[in-house]
């Protein structure tokens, strides 16, 4: 079956019938085309040579975007001043949590003033959508995101990001600012 009859064929069933079109000999051979969009593809070329600085994309990871500061990145646990986490295991940011990956085991606090703290605190970071649900539920500010976005690990428990994690990583002194919106 050659173009021009694959082009004449009817639709079938019930369908309305439209009126088909014959093809020129140009658009038979497709060569004219061809060489149009050869053109787009090399007009593209010649200017992206010339112009790096205007291009759309990045050399990552050599090379990395800046995103704003309500860009939502890994999650990072708040501390007091004596060093202790925030959070006091009320269990609202795993309540909110629509990927169901934040888990919170309560336990008291030796301080008096505050009821409980958490024993541990463990987010699934395969399972997280970055919504940030977690740091607008949160009544007392304990978890704000980070604009860290490349967290390549090799396996698959690297991804719990437990209380150490969320508090101590290294990589948090270097962390650009990400979604915080009531911290500042």
């Avoid at 007009?43 to 939502?72: A, C, M, Q, W």
């Avoid at 030796?110 to 987010?123: D, G, L, Y």
């Amino acid at each position: 079956m050659d173009h021009q009859t694959a082009h004449k064929l009817e639709p079938e069933g019930d369908a309305p019938r439209r009126p088909v079109r014959e093809l020129t000999a140009g658009e038979a051979v497709y060569l004219v085309e061809a060489f149009k969009g050869l053109g787009v593809t090399f007009r593209h070329f010649i200017k992206n040579l010339f112009n790096r600085r205007e291009l759309p994309t990045v050399s990552y990871p050599e090379e990395k975007r800046d995103y704003g500061e309500r860009f939502r990145g890994r999650h990072v646990l708040n501390l007091r001043e004596d060093g202790t986490t925030k959070c006091v295991a009320c269990m609202m940011c795993a309540t909110i949590c629509p990927a169901r990956c934040i888990e919170i085991v309560a336990e008291e606090s030796p301080t008096p003033a505050i009821e409980k703290r958490p024993k541990s605190f463990v987010i699934d970071g395969l399972r997280c959508v970055m919504c940030g649900f977690c740091v607008d539920a949160c009544p007392c500010d304990a978890i704000y995101m980070t604009g860290e976005y490349d967290f390549a690990e090799y396996a698959r428990e690297d991804f719990l990001w437990d209380l150490t994690h969320l508090t101590r990583r290294p990589s948090l002194a270097d962390a650009p600012r990400g979604y915080r919106p009531r911290i500042e």
